[in-house]
C-alpha cells in the first residue's frame, strides 16, 4: 500500500466528498426512488487546480465551472484526465460561446434563443453533440438568469431543431427560501414541466437542480443532478478573482 501523505486540503476534499455522496444516497432511498438516479457534479468555479484533482482522485469526474476563461484555463490544464466531463453553468455572453463550444460537454445555462444557436454552429465537427439544459426562472424578478416557465416549449422547439445540440432537460437556480417545504414548492411548477417533457421525449432525462443549500428538497422534488460546490470544496473567496 502505497504511504502518500496528502495535503490537509486533499483529505477534506475526499473526506467532504465522501459525505455528500452518502447525503445524496440516504435522500434518494428516503423519496424512494432508484439508487443512483441522482448524478453529482462537482462545482469547482474559484477553487484551484489542486481542488478538482483532489475530487478526482476520490472518484469524481463531472465538474461543473461558471466563468468561461476559467472554465477553458482549467480543461487544458487538466486535459491528462481524459475522462473528466466539463459542465458549464454559469452565465453566457454571445462572444465567448465559441470556447464552451469548442471545449465543454454540457451547458446548463441555455437561456437565450442566440446562445442556443451560436453554440450549435460553433460546436467541432467529430465532436459529440453538446449535451444542454434550458435554464428556467422560477423565482420571478428576484434572479434575471432563466427563461419563464412558459417559454419553455418554444425553446425546446427551437434547439430540437439544432443538429449539434442534444436537449437534455431543464436546470434552474432558485431563490433561497426559508424552509423545506418553501423549497419543494419553489420547484413544483418545474418538476412538473420536467415530466410532461421528459414522456414527449426519452432524450429528455435531466432535472439539475439542487446546491449545498438545497439538496434534500430537490431530491425529493425530483432532481437528477445536483450540483454542489461549498460542501465539497469548502467556502469560496471571490477576493481572489479579477
Ligand atoms: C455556485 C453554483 C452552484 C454551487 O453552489 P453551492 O452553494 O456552493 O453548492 C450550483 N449551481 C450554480 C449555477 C452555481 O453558480
Known amino acids: 500500500m502505497s504511504m502518500k501523505v496528502e495535503s490537509p486540503e486533499v483529505a477534506d476534499i475526499k473526506a467532504n466528498l465522501a459525505q455528500v455522496t452518502e447525503q445524496i444516497d440516504q435522500l434518494v432511498q428516503q423519496s424512494r426512488r432508484p439508487q443512483g438516479s441522482v448524478r453529482l457534479l462537482a462545482v469547482s468555479k474559484t477553487?484551484?487546480?489542486s481542488a478538482l484533482s483532489?475530487?478526482?482522485?476520490?472518484?469524481?469526474?463531472?465538474?461543473?465551472?461558471n466563468y468561461v476563461q476559467e472554465a477553458v484555463e482549467k480543461y487544458h490544464a487538466l486535459s491528462h484526465l481524459t475522462d473528466i466531463e466539463w459542465h458549464f453553468i454559469?452565465?453566457?455572453?454571445?462572444?465567448k460561446s465559441r470556447l464552451i463550444a469548442e471545449t465543454m460537454h454540457w451547458?446548463?445555462?441555455?437561456?437565450r434563443e442566440k446562445i442556443a444557436r451560436r453554440l450549435s454552429e460553433q460546436r467541432i465537427e467529430g465532436l459529440p453533440p453538446l449535451n444542454v439544459c434550458i435554464q428556467v426562472n422560477i423565482s420571478g424578478e428576484e434572479s434575471k438568469a432563466g427563461i419563464a416557465l412558459s417559454d419553455v416549449d418554444g425553446m425546446v422547439a427551437l434547439i430540437k431543431t439544432l443538429p449539434n445540440l442534444r436537449l437534455r432537460g431543464l436546470m434552474a437556480i432558485p431563490a433561497p427560501q426559508e424552509s423545506h417545504a418553501a423549497q419543494c414548492a419553489v420547484y413544483a411548477p418545474l418538476v412538473e414541466a420536467f415530466v410532461d417533457l421528459s414522456k414527449s421525449d426519452s432524450m429528455i432525462d435531466t432535472l439539475s437542480i439542487g446546491m449545498s443549500g438545497d439538496l434534500a428538497a430537490a431530491i425529493e422534488s425530483g432532481s437528477t443532478m445536483?450540483?454542489?460546490?461549498?460542501?465539497?470544496?469548502?467556502e469560496r473567496d471571490y477576493s481572489a478573482k479579477a
Open 90 to 95: 454559469g452565465p453566457i455572453q454571445s462572444n
Open 47 to 49: 477553487k484551484p487546480l
Open 107 to 111: 451547458v446548463h445555462s441555455i437561456d
Open 226 to 234: 445536483v450540483r454542489v460546490g461549498t460542501a465539497i470544496f469548502g
Open 54 to 65: 483532489a475530487a478526482y482522485e476520490a472518484g469524481q469526474r463531472a465538474f461543473g465551472e
